[in-house]
């Protein structure tokens, strides 16, 4: 079965750095398109970035571009994303999802990453 595994979240001071990692199985990783989304204390989900199957082409929200970056290993069926210059307002549970048809199809279990002095 599909599975997506986030990993990578904790607690980080303003201005720091972190790398989130999502491990998917049970399907051809390289076939998908995969996003990375966000759900901040008491509010909906909000999309972080994108990354087409080869890792040519990227999106982001104009909330992290220039400090996020969403990469992909497809040797290691895994999708990263690389998180920098944080703000508490980055504060959220940040999900992994797989592109399906037409939107996220299935979803990890959440990585919660906190942004506190």
């Known amino acids: 079965q599909v599975q997506l595994v986030e990993s990578g979240g904790g607690l980080v001071q303003p201005g720091g750095s972190l790398r989130l990692s999502c491990a998917g199985s049970g399907f051809t990783f390289s076939s998908y398109w995969m996003y990375w989304v966000r759900q901040a204390p008491g509010k909906g989900l909000e999309w972080v970035s994108t990354?087409?199957?080869?890792?040519?082409?990227?999106d982001y929200a104009d909330s992290v571009k220039g400090r996020f970056t969403i990469s992909r290993d497809n040797a290691k069926n895994t999708v990263y994303l690389q998180m920098n210059s944080l703000k508490s307002e980055d504060t959220a549970v940040y999900y992994c999802?797989?592109?399906?048809?037409?939107?996220?199809?299935?979803w990890g279990q959440g990585t919660q990453v906190t942004v506190s002095s």
């Open positions: 999802s797989r592109r399906g048809n037409p939107g996220p199809d299935y």
């Open positions: 990354i087409n199957t080869e890792g040519g082409s990227t």
